[in-house]
């Protein structure tokens, strides 16, 4: 079997396609590959031999692979360059493929199919869906040590998050009212008793102006 397309016939029909302006070509399907490849492929087509025409279409691969060796690591790399010689051959190229699975025209435009998203109601966007279900779950905690924690971090965190969108003060208690909405009434905090940190929003600092020169 020859080895190189450059070396035999298949070369000599191309290489006169080569000089047309290429305005005056079709539209690249794999614009990556570069005009050379495509007429390749097209002359490849055109091959009434079957063993010859197999033998061209090996041969264009091997080029196709020299033009990207750094897709050798990749898996099965060999496969995409078949798959992409089936593809820029309008799905006309009838050879003795090396894998069974090439790529066919009904197959090039198929879509995965749809993520379904669960859109739950959030009650304040601010806080999150993910606060809501910290403090639910937080709500069927046992009174101890380990609840009151749990329930000041989320208190804590709560606060964070409206300074985030709110430049002025945050009453703990607005904060506490939120938790016992949230809970259904099963967490409730005394403003009295509790107190959550203090937050003060730190503006990035300005840069000071060009210095003007010295006359």
């Known amino acids: 079997m020859r080895e190189s397309i450059f070396a035999d016939k298949f070369f000599i029909v191309p290489l006169q396609i080569m000089l047309t302006y290429n305005s005056q070509l079709k539209t690249l399907v794999l614009p990556e590959y570069g005009r050379n490849i495509q007429q390749m492929v097209d002359y490849c087509i055109t091959i009434e031999d079957r063993d010859e025409r197999t033998h061209c279409a090996y041969t264009i691969v091997q080029n196709m692979a020299n033009m990207f060796p750094q897709l050798r690591s990749e898996t099965d790399y060999q496969h995409k360059l078949w798959d992409h010689l089936m593809i820029m051959s309008g799905f006309k190229l009838d050879v003795d493929f090396p894998f ?116």
């Open 100 to 215: 069974d699975d090439i790529i066919r025209e009904e197959n090039l435009d198929t879509k995965p199919a749809p993520i379904r998203y669960e859109l739950e109601p959030i009650q304040y966007r601010h806080y999150g869906k993910n606060i809501e279900r910290m403090i639910e779950r937080a709500a069927t905690y046992p009174e101890g040590d380990e609840r009151d924690a749990l329930v000041m971090l989320l208190a804590n965190h709560m606060k964070k998050l409206i300074y985030q969108i709110n430049n002025e003060d945050v009453e703990d208690a607005k904060i506490f009212k939120d938790l016992e909405r949230y809970s259904h009434g099963q967490i409730r905090l005394n403003p009295e008793t509790h107190h959550l940190h203090e937050y003060q929003i730190v503006r990035p600092a300005q840069s000071a102006g060009k210095k003007k020169k010295k006359k």
